[in-house]
């Protein structure tokens, strides 16, 4: 029998985040870095809690370099072979793993190249095992099965949308669960399947089953502007991931395109045909694409992003009279609106 949920579900754009009386006198005085101890891996780290999407166009060794000064994770994406990941620790001796993590997928060939590449450099600790549907039989299995491989290894699971999910793939292994089908920018999941949930309650009710489990969550796409991290912290995120913030830079790689005197970098979704095409030799027959390719404005480096990045949130916390990214999902109220920006200047 079919069934609708009468509750109204909220995006970023739904909701603004009500000041609070504050004594910080300077975004100077906040902290953005958070401690965590994972559950299983039993693994404590320090980092800004901001992580760069897994795509080949983010996710890349460079965005490492520069991003990892900042204290923040790049997920990096798993279409490097084991001998470009040899020679990149080689040549880089200032390396530091705590914000490093590797990617890998569902197949048995993801599973024994990502054994190969631990045996090659064991100082990896963090493993995203990235699916697009998260809620498969298939994928609980691969979750144990990683975790019986590397009982001290983080494990990163997702994506996944739901509560109930989410204490699933807890249960079955996981640390972190990556949140939100769907709201990537150059994601086409909603249109093509008309399946997804809005990103901010995704956050909320997911959150609140992983922590009561001990677990940590991603917020996983969705965020257009710094002030959609800062939401997605105050609605329980212990870890905010993006794609789109972190392409069209030259850490970003990819082909840069030169149209009428202007720059331009590819940006595209892992399922767009672009993404498949590169890696699968196009869509299967059996399928669509549910990624589209876009032409991003040629940013130059990616530290101005950073910074204007972390300058948002560190200026949330000041509204709110909180001193630690901690804090905020404590000292956070929202409030429903039906416009958040005035956009007559675009």
């Known amino acids: 029998m079919v069934k609708i949920e009468e509750d109204i579900k909220l995006d970023f754009s ?21 401690t965590f101890t994972t559950k299983h891996s039993n693994i404590t780290f320090t980092s800004v809690p901001i992580m ?6 983010t996710g890349t060794f460079n965005m490492f370099l520069e991003c990892q000064k900042h204290k923040i994770i790049t ?48 100082n990896i600790y963090m493993i995203c095992i990235d699916v697009a549907n998260g809620y498969t039989e298939h994928f609980l299995n691969i979750i144990n099965k990683f975790r019986k491989t590397f009982p001290k290894k983080i494990i990163i699971a997702g994506n996944v949308c739901t509560s109930e999910m989410t204490e699933q793939l807890i249960i079955n292994g996981a640390d972190i669960i990556k949140c939100g089908i769907g709201p990537g920018s150059v994601c086409t999941t909603r249109k093509q399947t008309g399946v997804g949930y809005p990103q901010l309650s995704c956050i909320i009710e997911c959150a609140d089953a992983a922590h ?15 002030g959609d991290f800062s939401k997605a912290f105050g609605a329980g995120a ?18 840069l395109i030169t149209e009428n005197g202007q720059q331009f970098k590819l ?24 990624g589209k390719t876009v032409k991003i404005p040629f940013k130059g ?24 990214l901690k804090e905020l999902s404590k000292r956070c109220t929202f409030i429903k609106v039906h416009n958040q920006i005035n956009n007559i200047y675009k």
């Open 14 to 34: 739904d909701v603004l985040i009500k000041p609070k009386r504050s004594n910080i006198t300077s975004r100077n005085d906040v902290s953005l870095e958070r």
């Open 75 to 122: 997920t990096i994406h798993k279409h490097y072979s084991n001998t470009e990941w040899l020679n990149f620790i080689k040549s880089n001796e200032s390396i530091n793993f705590d914000y490093l993590c590797i990617s890998t997928g569902i197949s048995q060939n993801d599973y024994d190249k990502t054994v190969d590449l631990l045996n090659l450099i064991p």
């Open 212 to 226: 009561g489990l001990g677990g940590h969550i991603i917020s996983d796409g969705g965020c257009v502007q710094p």
């Open 238 to 255: 212990d870890f905010v991931m993006s794609g789109g913030i972190f392409s069209g830079h030259i850490e970003s790689e990819g082909e």
């Open 52 to 57: 760069v999407a897994n795509m080949d166009t």
């Open 301 to 324: 480096s990616v530290i101005n992003t950073i910074q204007d990045l972390l300058g948002g949130i560190r200026s949330t916390l000041t509204y709110v009279g909180a001193s630690k």
């Open 267 to 290: 940006f595209y979704g892992m399922s767009s045909d672009t993404a498949m095409g590169k890696y699968a030799g196009g869509v299967a027959n059996y399928r669509s694409s549910e």
